[in-house]
């Protein structure tokens, strides 16, 4: 990831759930174009902080200690909506619950809320593949470091 768009990890339930949430502040550089005068996150921005969050849920879930390293790629967007403008000042609390599960692909549902208002939702269908690369390990280990450095036990990162 080059970018990221969730800010810290809240809640972790491995096989189930995971919440996290995304400050929106005037320093995301997209903000100063879309749109002038009325800065929003766009809804694509929205789906992806999900997608990060979803992510990370199933790489904790199905990486493990007996378990093969895999990571989540994204492979499908569906039913992906954004209902209110999410602007500057604002917290984007995202939930990610996963739906079903097969031999190396999952279907993970989640919500977005600003307040208790629901400000979007959707599925996401990731693969779990086995990556090849030390420095992708190195840098997701340390950007889930970071998402979860609040976490009392600290998390086992695979």
Request: glycine content about 6%; proline content about 6%.
């Amino acid at each position: 990831m080059r970018y990221y768009l969730l800010d810290k990890v809240t809640a972790l339930v491995p096989g189930e759930r995971a919440g996290g949430v995304k400050c929106v502040t005037l320093s995301d550089e997209v903000l100063h174009d879309h749109f002038p005068d009325y800065p929003m996150l766009p809804g694509a921005l929205i789906v992806e902080s999900a997608a990060q969050l979803a992510g990370f849920l199933l790489e904790m879930s199905f990486s493990g200690r007996d378990k093969p390293l895999v990571r989540a790629l994204l492979v499908q967007v569906e039913r992906a909506m954004v209902s209110a403008p999410v602007g500057p000042g604002v917290t984007l609390i995202l939930d990610a619950r996963i739906e079903s599960t097969r031999e190396s692909a999952a279907q993970v549902a989640f919500e977005g809320r600003v307040s208790d208002k629901v400000v979007a939702r959707g599925t996401l269908t990731f693969v779990l593949r086995a990556i090849e690369s030390v420095r992708v390990h190195e840098q997701r280990r340390y950007v889930y470091g970071l998402w979860t450095r609040d976490f009392s036990p600290p998390l086992v990162l695979p």
